[in-house]
């Protein structure tokens, strides 16, 4: 049986040298894919099928069979020497057989790039290159232990012929596992929606990071403070000692508003002890620290690293998580991107069950002003008052 494999593969190798663009290329695309197959459907009946299509069939996949040899499987629509048109996926598991791009089962990582280049800090879905004649891109899957899949997309063809041929590679340890090439009935508005996706990531990728990633600590309620004292929920006097005596002092029908030269804090009563408690604070004023050392003028980078963020937000569009997976669900951090700035915004959960919000505003990519409140009213009085 490996005479047989070895002798098939060398024919096969030789056909493929014949094809345009077939091995080595350095460029994946739907019309080498599909001549790559051309050729590989001729050398097929040439291999000795090792199961029974029937029995192993899926019924849920209707007109799918999966046949099985020694380099590997093959899915397709009929098991008597299926045609480049009825194979929908070929998965090589053996060093035996060549892909289009010359490449094999236990070639290295860096056969597998060849020209193309990891970025520095690749986030999980790295795009390696686009390709707009012909549609198609490259793009690396990445995980802690470094590059885990390589794989190249390309549609070819047009109205109702039109494809979606992907060439993937399976890294294990550096090298190559598996490879599978696959061919999907595609139409234009696919190719362009899934190229224009594949573009918005590539633009991420080169634009500079508007907030860098870090391993700082989550906000907690131990951050609530203003001029380095407990703000959020405490009591009038204990704010007063810590920030100073206000210059002025509104009454309104929701609270007590005290106010500075370039600060505010909203009162309000807390009905379980009939205290009045801070509810909220916003700092303009330079001079004002808020949580972890937060004053206005610094830049955002160095606002946005006081504060855990586990993803390099490179966008400038839409709400970006930095941490956690939804808007108030704490701990969460996001960065909401605006015309001319945005607003950093970290929620945090309190003793009590209730949250606490710290949100920075920045213009011109500088803390313009920062605002601290109790998340259940958005700065409302919270407590009753």
């Excluded at 019924?59 to 629509?77: I, M």
């Excluded at 004023?285 to 955002?300: A, H, K, Y």
């Excluded at 996001?334 to 009590?352: N, Q, S, W």
């Excluded at 601290?372 to 009085?381: K, V």
Aim: charged fraction near 20%; glycine fraction near 12%; aromatic fraction near 6%.
């Amino acid at each position: 049986m490996i005479k047989k494999v070895l002798t098939w593969a060398a024919a096969l190798a030789l056909l493929l040298t014949l094809l345009p663009g077939a091995a080595l290329a350095e460029e994946f695309d739907a019309q080498l894919a599909q001549s790559w197959l051309a050729g590989f459907a001729t050398a097929l009946p040439g291999q000795t099928l090792l199961n029974d299509p029937q029995e192993t069939a899926d019924p849920v996949k209707g007109g799918q069979l999966l046949l099985e040899y020694a380099f590997g499987t093959v899915l397709a629509r009929t098991a008597d020497s299926p045609a480049a048109e009825d194979i929908l996926e070929v998965d090589l598991r053996t060093q035996e057989v060549e892909d289009c791009l010359g490449l094999r089962v236990g070639m290295t990582l860096d056969a597998v790039l060849g020209a193309l280049t990891l970025h520095a800090g690749a986030a999980p879905l790295d795009v390696l290159r686009t390709q707009e004649a012909g549609i198609g891109w490259s793009w690396a899957y990445v995980g802690d232990g470094g590059v885990y899949g390589v794989e190249h997309v390309s549609f070819g063809g047009e109205g109702l012929s039109m494809k979606e041929c992907t060439l993937t590679y399976v890294i294990d340890g550096g090298l190559v596992s598996a490879i599978r090439m696959r061919v999907s009935e595609a139409t234009q508005a696919q190719a362009d929606e899934a190229f224009a996706t594949v573009q918005e990531i590539a633009q991420r990728q080169t634009a500079s990071p508007l907030v860098q990633a870090n391993d700082s600590a989550v906000f907690t309620e131990e951050d609530l403070q203003v001029m380095g004292a407990q703000a959020l929920g405490a009591a009038v006097d204990r704010f007063v000692l810590a920030v100073g005596e206000p210059e002025q002092v509104q009454t309104l029908p929701e609270g007590r508003l005290l106010l500075y030269g370039g600060a505010a804090a909203q009162l309000g009563l807390d009905v379980q002890t009939g205290q009045e408690i801070v509810l909220g604070v916003s700092v303009t004023d330079e001079e004002i620290v808020g949580p972890r050392g937060l004053r206005v003028g610094m830049s955002l980078q160095e606002a946005a690293a006081l504060f855990a963020c586990r993803q390099t937000v490179t966008s400038s569009g839409g709400m970006l998580y930095l941490l956690g997976e939804a808007a108030d669900e704490p701990p969460c951090g996001e960065y909401l991107p605006a015309d001319g700035g945005g607003t950093l915004r970290y929620v945090c959960l309190r003793a009590d069950g209730s949250t606490g919000v710290l949100e920075i505003g920045i213009q011109e990519g500088v803390v313009a002003y920062w605002h601290l409140f109790d998340g259940a009213q958005e700065g409302a009085d919270a407590h009753g008052g």
